[in-house]
Nanobody, 115 residues
């Protein structure tokens, strides 16, 4: 019954912005650290950003200053605002919910940044 559903992916040109959203259901959302990960073709899945239930954020060095992660516990959503997008940002972006004994993933949403 746990579901993480991503939305907002698409095709954009370099320098443009995009906002991803993840809607969670079936979990006590406020307890989980939420995160965004991405996977480019032929590469391992990598951390993009995380945000704890207390609002502490962590970003990959490659996206610092360009991406902002946020959460709304009342709406059970986590967002990723992406600006100044680069072709290297291209990949499938996955929403993650992590607790001590639980780890859930969404199905992913494709982000493609053209040059």
């Amino acid at each position: 019954q746990v579901q993480l559903v991503e939305s907002g992916g698409g095709l954009v040109q370099a320098g443009e912005s995009l906002r991803l959203s993840c809607a969670a259901s079936g979990i006590n959302f406020s307890i989980y650290t939420m995160g965004w990960y991405r996977q480019a073709p032929r590469k391992q899945r990598e951390l993009v950003a995380t945000i704890t239930r207390l609002g502490i954020t962590n970003y990959a060095d490659s996206v610092k200053g360009r991406f902002t992660i946020s959460r709304d516990n009342a709406k059970n959503t986590v967002n990723l605002q992406m600006s100044s997008l680069k072709p290297d940002d291209t990949g499938i972006y996955y929403c993650n919910a992590a607790a001590v004994v639980s780890n859930y993933w969404g199905q992913g949403t494709q982000v493609t940044v053209s040059s």
